[in-house]
């Protein structure tokens, strides 16, 4: 391996620590810690959210379906591109008014709470109990992806890629909290924006332009620009179409998303953000899909069904050997970090916030900072166990987690900003419905083999099943108190 492809690297993961380090003394609150106090400003904000939002699925999981599938993985990314912007439209400036109104609310949980009263931490307690369940298979999910990039790059042993690629994310999430994790997010997604663009593109002109790089894929496989036909000439199903934009809407009830929307500081930042963001999820999705494509025809040696998750790897290490090169493949460790450090984030304010304070309601500030980075190395700890099998699929652990999240939060994300009737009991509901339906659903479609309706999505079941019954049970509970109505009403006013 070049060694300014290493140099490249610990310049890179050094400078995300001292990002880490500077932010660690400036940090005195849990306020501080989990939300950053909310003085991010739109730039941070937008970039940061999206950097979170893609992990190393974007330059990894994506790239690896599309250099399979062709054209027809376009349908997640068309999902995803709707789905971040109406989260952004219709959610974030709405939840960060609320999550100030109800409480200051700093934790996803913790804003449910305050929105329904409920003083005996019910909702609270089930909400952190189904954050530990999905986040410790999306955060595994990016330590696999750091695992497979350090093998890959560095002819490392998979268990010690693995066990590096957690001390570094771990050195600057435990050290700063929210605002090391924003601002490494923030920097970190303006690389994997060039990076994702500077590939395809310098690719596409090795290939000899569109035109060669067409005819080149029609003669590997004529199916790979047939958006509504599989790679082996079958058509997609309905049901197959539906799965792949039903992940737009996991965004709505993504905990280290919706984090980012609370913790800005003004409401009126939010447009700004929104249109930072849309420009930026339409090129890097679009890009992502490419790389796939073109990674197809440009590589000499085809990659098998576990390589392929690296496609954008074996292009920058033949287009751009060196130093240059090593920063490109930096674009994979941000893509990483930016997720697993918000996903640590998020976690460790559940076990601090949900569980660790409701049991010690006079804890001091300086031991719940303690405790939230404790909560940082065991949650790191456990997704690493979890990640230790080679051959496990990033897109398959992103996929689960991500469904999990927008089920069982999703609906009941919405139905706290738009509907009034909401109550308590409903949200107990439709949290529990939701979570229980996607894991359910999702063990039987395995034994089944993912045949017949069993092949739908996950989020699509669960996320319907939680939304009935969350109106349903409202609608037969009795109508929320005066307190919870006038907060309701006013919640829209909030402009600070």
Known sequence: MDYLVTIAFILYIAFMVAIGAYFYKRTTTINDYFLGGRKLGAWVT?????????????????????????????WIALGLGLGTYFNWLIVAKRIRQYT??????????????????DDKGVLSMICAIFILIFFLFYTASGFVACAKLFSSVFGLNYHISLLLGGVIIIAYTFAGGFFAV?????????????????????????????????????????????IFKNADGSTLSFIAIISLLAWGLGYCGQPHILIR?????????IKKSRKIATIWIIFALTAATLIGMIGRAYLENPLDSVSAETV?????????????????LCAVLASIMSTA????????????EDFYKFFNKDVSQKKLMWIGRGSVIVVAIVACSIASN???????????????FGATFGPLVVLSLFFRRTTLKGAIAGVISGGVTTIVWQQVALSMNGSGIWALYEIV?????????????????KNPSEEILKEFDNYTLCEN
């Open 261 to 269: 929307f609370m913790g800005i500081s003004s409401p009126g930042e």
């Open 100 to 117: 100030k109104v109800a409480g200051d609310s700093i934790t996803l949980p913790s804003f449910f709470s305050n929105r329904f009263k």
């Open 390 to 404: 080679p051959e496990s699929s990033i897109l398959g652990l992103v996929a689960y987690a991500w469904a999990g």
């Open 312 to 328: 954008y790897i074996e292009m920058v290490s033949s287009l751009f050997p060196g130093f240059f090169g090593g920063i490109l």
């Open 182 to 226: 924003s601002w490494t997010d923030f920097f970190q997604g303006i690389l994997m924006f060039f990076a994702i663009i500077i590939v395809p593109v310098s690719a596409l002109f090795e290939l000899g332009g569109p035109i060669n790089f067409v005819t080149e894929i029609n003669s590997i496989n004529e199916n790979m620009f047939h």
């Open 46 to 74: 937008s970039m940061s959210a999206q950097a979170s939002d893609m992990s190393g699925w974007l330059l990894m999981g994506l790239p690896g379906a599309a250099y399979f599938s062709g054209l027809s993985a376009g």
């Open 341 to 352: 450090d918000s996903q640590l984030l998020v976690t460790a304010s559940a076990i601090t």
């Open 461 to 477: 079941p669960g996320f319907l099943v939680s939304f009935i019954v969350i109106i349903i049970v409202s609608l037969f509970d």
